[in-house]
């Protein structure tokens, strides 16, 4: 298959799209290495994310 490496970039737009609250924890936590409460604070925006995703599909299926 050879050497096939994402760009970082590419990675950063993935990020934004699929998981903001992620990525945008991410930035700020992550410069000084992920520590401690660094931890609570992404598995949190992980949860805002997941729950977006959930309310979504919830009030696609009432309407349908």
């Known amino acids: ?3 096939w490496t994402v760009p970082a970039w590419l990675w950063a737009v993935l990020g ?3 998981l903001p609250w992620v990525t945008v924890a991410l930035v ?3 410069p000084g290495g992920i520590v401690g ?3 609570a604070i ?3 925006a ?3 994310d997941l729950g977006a995703l959930g309310s979504g599909r919830e009030a696609r299926r ?3």
């Open 1 to 3: 298959l050879g050497s």
């Open 16 to 18: 934004f799209v699929f």
């Open 28 to 30: 700020f936590t992550s």
């Open 37 to 39: 409460f660094d931890w």
């Open 42 to 44: 992404i598995v949190i």
């Open 46 to 48: 992980l949860l805002i």
């Open 62 to 64: 009432r309407r349908t």
